[in-house]
């Protein structure tokens, strides 16, 4: 069966980091797509970043642009959301996503992902 599991969130101050990893496990870590969605309460899951596998391609949400990277370990079955100088506005429950072969176009919409971990809570506090 496939299984993701996220871990890494927590409390921090604004300014601060963290790192979320994503692990993936019950099939091929070559041809899929991983990405992390955030939700608030009362609003949808909305997409963070994306890491296409199979052509290395990424996506980045505008509000995060230059402060989160995302990467993998093929090693590990591992893909990482390293967040920096993080805002209040970055709270919420992230999820890692997965699906095979995501059209570029399209790695933003909760829909065309299978696949998902269970959330991990970050709280930004101001």
């Known amino acids: 069966d496939v299984q993701l599991q996220a871990s890494g969130g927590g409390l921090v101050q604004t300014g601060g980091s963290l790192r979320l990893s994503c692990v993936v496990s019950?099939?091929?870590?070559?041809?899929?797509?991983i990405a992390w969605f955030r939700q608030v309460p009362g609003e949808e899951r909305t997409a963070v970043s994306c890491?296409?596998?199979?052509?290395?391609?990424?996506y980045f949400a505008d509000t995060v642009k230059g402060r989160f990277i995302i990467s993998k370990d093929s090693v590990k079955s591992t893909v990482t959301l390293q967040m920096n100088n993080l805002k209040p506005e970055d709270t919420g429950v992230y999820y890692c996503?997965?699906?095979?072969?995501?059209?570029?176009?399209?790695?933003?919409?909760?829909?065309?992902?299978?696949?998902w971990g269970q959330g991990t809570l970050v709280t930004v506090s101001s």
């Open positions: 996503a997965m699906d095979y072969a995501v059209h570029r176009g399209n790695v933003k919409y909760p829909r065309e992902y299978k696949f």
């Open positions: 890491l296409s596998i199979y052509d290395g391609s990424t």
């Open positions: 019950g099939l091929t870590f070559d041809d899929i797509a």
